[in-house]
């Protein structure tokens, strides 16, 4: 330290008449400094040579009539060294931002003699250490200091708030620092943005903050983990525009004095321990647009008087102990646009007007026990993009406007009440990716024309759906899932749907599907998981399920399927879930490669296969009927120990390396 | 210059918005697959639902789930992905199969999969992993696939593999993996025609 100011009296004494030259030097320092051992590398000081013409033109440098340097700002110029005592020699900055690049080390005490600073800016660096308070106490002009994401440690500066009387912005988050909140902060006459966001800090948030009366927005939240609650005092700072305090591990209850901010705008209080009531005073907050209370222990309802929030835009509540009905008048905010409820205990039916503003864009009211039907006009703007409704006990049937909703990527409805037939647009819609409707009592049939290009997930099972399944469902080209379980189907499986090259998952168990299984599903070779148990499929099991490589679970069980086992399913390598059984196969089950990992329960029930290891093969019939791939002889004698370990060419390996 | 900082904080705070959420879920395993997705260069995107702004990873596409939410399936094979593998990977507890074969996968077996107490299946076989099989491996006690051949394995094979009584271990086509005999395991295949 003693040397260091001693360098800094060495340096400062060698300063001449000449000012100009010794300032040029001095830049020269800094970017040697700055720029650090990564050498010349891209930078943007590359015009900083020491050369005849004068300093001041250097990139990013502005000299006053003096030629002194006024202003210096090398932001995002690659600078991956340190910043340098020397700094503290160039006495007439006003301006000095270095942010955006990765300078290290810590940060000069030199900094102290820069007493004109208007505007110092450190941020997004990797400055270490702690931040040396004394260094602002004499830069009395100071209107923004910024250090956000550095690698700041140690305490919060203190007892710089009566000398910085002229600070407007301070940037104090997303470092390590910790300790608590300094009473002193209060005591910042100008203050406008204060963020103390991202760090380690504890304690209490203290009331006295409430003194900074011109304070536009407070960040404290993320990562800090304070004690107590919000001060109800906070109900003071009637500038307040953006109030955060989002994820810092606060209790207690909402404050009705917030009810005052008649300027906020936004409020983040999420994922935090905050219990009792949404206070009523809140739909005072004329200006409010966005409010994010969620994960909390919230209780109550939401006011009816919120009807007056007619900037709201977001709404989050989700994950809370909420209830009661949602008042109607929710659904002529004119504004909202993200209503996000979910996970509460919500009774009664949804605004009948919700969505009728034509700005909604996501609705999920999911896991809560909402009745009723389905609001008409939830796309009437055509930017519905989310409709989550999942888990609830919504009744009647799915509003026909939503098959012409243009803008649906996602619906979730499923474990429901809603019945009807699904309107026919929704397999057409150019934006969908994801369609749940599980578990439901949707009826009717599927529309003939289908062709939602990017819908990658169709699950409807666990409904009342009759007829065909449309040989249009091969046109969903990027369809992944298809769950059609445990619905009414009938006819025949089309053969159309085995042309889907990314189909992973086919489940159509439990329906009344008869025919016989297309030769076509040897084609669908994204399959991963294929389950057509339960239905009434007759003739043979396809030859060419081999080319099956990644399917993992087949499941024909409970049909009428006829023939033997073809051999080339113990080419089946991916094959870990086997279940014939139930069926009328017959002939002998091969019992080599990978059929080898599949017991007889796999095959019971079906009264005409035998098995070579139980001697169930013996009889003339059983080998006439068994089927033979043509290239390929069975195995007569097999392992009989549970553990099989397979070296086929490892031997070989062994001997060619060595 | 105060104005821009000022709203490029709110944008930050509400990227931390998003970013906070799904751990609050201790969604860890939307957390431990999103970074699987960030080592992976997916040039045929097949990662694309694969949002870490949704409350958990169950409806991403190539990710199956129980009822409870828990991952039990990261289906990816054949998938044209390269890079490698996470240690992360060893948080999905619930996870019973990994299927990542068939692709262009480099760098080692993390040991962490070790942690994967419900994995039957773990299929790596045609990538590009190097290093050694992890013994960590041998507490997988519900494994029954093992199936890593065709990649660039070396060193020997774990004894600790030995005590897993259902498994079935193929790895040939790794030339410098070392001593296929597990001690206590004796059978072989035989051809007896």
């Known amino acids: ?658 | 210059m105060a104005a821009t900082a000022a709203s490029a904080l709110s944008l930050w705070s509400l990227f931390f918005a998003a970013l906070a959420l799904p751990a609050a879920f201790g969604n860890s395993e939307g957390d431990a697959l999103y970074t699987l997705r960030r080592s992976l260069s997916d040039p045929d995107n097949v990662l694309q639902s694969w949002d870490p702004t949704l409350v958990n990873p169950c409806t991403w596409f190539h990710i199956t789930c129980n009822q409870d939410n828990r991952v039990t399936r990261v289906d990816l094979g054949n998938s044209n992905l390269s890079g490698h593998l996470v240690p992360e990977l060893g948080k999905l507890e619930h996870l019973q199969y990994l299927e990542l074969y068939k692709n262009n996968l480099h760098g080692t077996i993390p040991a962490e999969l070790g942690n994967l107490k419900n994995l039957i299946s773990l299929d790596l076989y045609n990538n590009n992993i190097t290093g050694t099989i992890p013994s960590s491996l041998g507490k997988l006690k519900s494994l029954v696939f093992l199936r890593i051949n065709d990649n660039q394995l070396t060193g020997p094979i774990p004894r600790e593999l030995g005590g897993v009584s259902s498994l079935k271990v193929v790895f040939e086509h790794n030339p410098r993996l070392e001593g296929p005999e597990l001690l206590g395991l004796a059978s072989y295949d035989t051809n007896c025609s």
């Open chain 1, 1 to 658: 330290m003693c040397c260091r100011l001693l360098l800094l009296l060495l340096l400062l004494s060698g300063i001449t008449s000449c000012s100009g030259d010794s300032e040029l030097t001095v830049l020269l320092q800094l970017k040697s400094s700055m720029i650090g051992t990564a050498g010349g590398g891209s930078n943007g000081l590359s015009d900083w040579k020491d050369s005849s013409s004068s300093h001041c033109s250097f990139s990013g440098v502005t000299c006053d009539e003096d030629g002194e340097v006024v202003s210096l700002d090398v932001s995002y110029q690659n600078l991956t060294g340190s910043l340098p005592p020397e700094i503290g020699i160039l006495s007439s900055l006003v301006n000095l931002a270095v942010a955006g690049n990765g300078l290290t080390g810590t940060i000069p005490l030199e900094m102290a003699n820069l007493t004109s600073l208007k505007l110092l800016n450190l941020s997004n660096n990797g400055f270490s250490g702690e931040f040396p308070g004394e260094i602002v106490r004499s830069m009395t002009q100071l209107e923004v200091l910024d250090v956000y994401n550095n690698n700041l440690t140690g305490q919060l500066p203190d007892g710089i708030a009566t000398n910085l009387v002229n600070l407007k912005h301070l940037h104090l988050g997303g470092n390590y620092f910790s300790g608590e909140i300094p009473e002193s902060y209060s005591e910042f006459p100008k203050l406008e943005y204060l963020a103390l966001s991202g760090n380690s800090l504890s304690g209490q948030v203290p009331a006295s903050l409430a003194r900074l009366k011109k304070l536009r927005e407070l960040y404290l939240g993320y990562f800090n983990t304070f004690s107590g609650g919000i001060p109800p005092e906070f109900g003071l700072l009637t500038e307040l525009q953006v109030l955060d305090m989002a994820t810092c591990n606060l209790t207690g209850e909402l404050p009705a004095s917030l009810g005052r901010l008649s300027n906020l705008c936004a409020c983040f209080l999420q994922m935090n321990h905050l219990t009792g009531n949404i206070p009523t005073e809140f739909s005072m907050l004329s200006d409010l647009s966005m409010l994010d209370l969620s994960l909390n222990n919230l209780t109550g309802g939401i006011p009816e008087s919120f009807s007056q929030l007619k900037n709201m835009t977001l709404l989050n509540l989700f994950v809370n102990s909420l209830g009661g009905r949602i008042p109607k008048s929710i659904g002529d905010m004119p504004n909202l646009r993200l209503f996000q409820i979910w996970q509460n205990n919500f009774t009664s039916e949804l605004p009948e007007n919700l969505g009728r503003n034509g700005k909604l864009e996501v609705v999920d009211v999911s896991f809560n026990r909402l009745t009723g039907t389905v609001p008409e006009n939830l796309c009437q703007g055509m930017k519905l993009k989310s409709l989550v409704l999942m888990n609830n006990l919504f009744s009647g049937p799915i509003p026909e406007q939503l098959g012409g909703c243009e803008s649906l990527r996602r619906i979730r409805i499923q474990s429901n009440f809603l019945n009807g037939t699904i309107p026919a647009g929704i397999f057409n819609l150019p934006e969908l990716t994801l369609v749940d409707m599980t578990q439901n009592e949707f009826s009717g049939e599927l529309p003939k024309e289908m062709s939602g290009k990017i819908l990658g997930m169709l699950a409807l099972s666990g409904n009342s759906i009759t007829g065909r399944i449309p040989a249009a469902t091969g046109n969903l080209q990027n369809l992944q899932i298809l769950s059609l379980d445990r619905n009414r189907f009938n006819n025949q499986l089309p053969e159309e749907i085995f042309n889907l090259r990314s189909l992973s998952k086919i489940n159509i168990s439990g329906n009344n599907i008869d025919g016989g299984i297309p030769p076509e599903i040897s084609n669908c070779t994204s399959l991963i998981s294929l389950d057509f148990s339960r239905n009434n499929l007759s003739g043979e099991i396809p030859r060419g399920m081999d080319q099956l490589k990644d399917l993992n679970h087949l499941d024909l069980s409970e049909n009428q399927l006829t023939g033997g086992v073809p051999s080339e399913m113990q080419y089946m390598s991916s094959l870990t879930s086997l279940n014939l059984s139930g069926n009328k196969l017959s002939g002998r089950v091969p019992n080599s490669g990978q059929l080898l990992m599949f017991d007889e329960s796999s095959y019971a029930g079906n009264s005409g296969l035998c098995f070579s290891y139980n001697g169930t093969c013996s009889s003339q019939k059983a080998k006439a009927n068994a089927i033979e791939n043509a290239g390929h002889k069975t195995t007569t004698c097999f392992s009989t120990l549970k553990l099989v370990i397979i070296v086929l060419s490892l031997c070989y390996q062994l001997v060619q390396c060595w």
